[in-house]
């Protein structure tokens, strides 16, 4: 991997994947569409205006600047996705399908993250084996199961190099995510240090897999740099670091912010998803093929979120 290109720069993840590569010395270019380019990512290197869906501008971005990996983060989030089930098959697998095209005539490497969502009701949820049922409800987890096969199915069709995590909930505090079923655990920080209280639309007890986005992001570059040779699994690493329910982040906030309250008004829809959901995640076969492990808990990430937030909304009060 020396030459990538980042689709959906501006977005949860990629507004940080882009600095976090750079850092590390790669070349990359901040792919972006229908958002405005980060001031950040145009300062510090090249960027480019492409779309997923769009194969022919991203064949002539690839060729420009020599890509030889592309990182896809262009998704649909799973409640957004419930209310637009077709757009999210045409980005999450027309898109992707035309982008594994493109990576086997241009012999690319390519990372399109899976998520939490490829499991559904019937899968073991408690600590949910790497290798077990993926029967999701959702059309996002739909989506993501087949990215995950199509990714398989490419590497032994034709070998090219896709890989991918199945991401759980990631928490940040650079660009909030839309339209997830895990958001509330990014909104419950910023409510938190600017209201001091927030209502949760999930109920008490829903425990989901979550991740700080710096382990996030290292999992991302581990998994594209590790040895094919020592990969069973390519598509679908179960990565973990946390579990929590929302009375625990609350829990976890009040160390800081000792009055903080918490109360809950139920989204029917995201607790159902939540509910088909894991708990927690096995990871321990991404630990035996790439060394994965995560560094934070849940009581780092409330340091640092509540830290970075105080420091946001003291420099913009809006
Ligand atoms: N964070 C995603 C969602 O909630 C799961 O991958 O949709």
Not at 16 to 28: A, N, S
Not at 147 to 160: F, I, Q, S
Not at 293 to 314: N, V
Request: glycine letters at 8%; aromatic letters at 10%.
């Amino acid at each position: 991997m020396k030459n990538i290109l980042v689709i959906g720069a501006a977005g949860q993840i990629g507004s940080e994947l882009v600095p976090y590569l750079r850092k590390l010395g790669y070349m990359t270019v901040a792919g972006t569409s229908g958002r405005t380019p980060l001031p950040a990512h145009l300062a510090e290197g090249p960027s480019a205006v492409v779309n997923l869906m769009d194969t022919d501008v991203l064949r002539q971005t690839v060729d420009y600047f020599q890509i030889d990996t592309v990182m896809n983060l262009a998704a649909i989030l799973s409640a957004t996705a419930e209310r637009d089930p077709l757009k999210a098959w045409r980005v999450g697998v027309d898109g992707v399908i035309g982008l594994l095209e493109l990576a086997r005539d241009k012999k690319l490497s390519v990372f399109t993250p899976s998520s939490i969502g490829v499991f559904g009701p019937s899968t073991p949820l408690k600590f949910t084996p790497q290798d077990t049922v993926c029967r999701p409800q959702t059309v996002y987890g739909i989506t993501k199961v087949t990215d995950e096969l199509l990714g398989d199915y490419y590497r032994k069709k034709y070998g090219v190099d896709a890989r991918s995590v199945r991401y759980p909930g990631l928490i940040s505090y650079v660009t909030p995510p839309g339209g997830g079923t895990t958001d509330y655990a990014v909104d419950i920080y910023w409510q938190a240090v600017k209201t001091g209280s927030y209502i949760s639309p999930l109920a008490r007890g829903t425990y989901l897999p979550m991740m700080f986005m710096e382990d996030a992001l290292r999992a991302a570059v581990e998994l594209m740099e590790a040895d094919p040779a020592r990969l069973k699994h390519f598509n679908g690493f179960n990565v973990s670091a946390m579990s929590f329910a929302p009375e625990e982040v609350a829990a976890s906030i009040r160390r800081h912010i000792p009055n903080f309250e918490l109360g809950y008004a139920i989204n029917p829809m995201l607790q159902s998803i939540a509910d088909s959901w894991p708990d927690a995640l096995d990871d321990s076969v991404a630990t035996e093929e790439w060394d994965w492990h995560s560094r934070y808990t849940l009581d780092d990430m409330t340091d640092i979120m509540l830290g970075e937030i105080r420091k946001q909304l003291a420099a913009d009060p809006t």
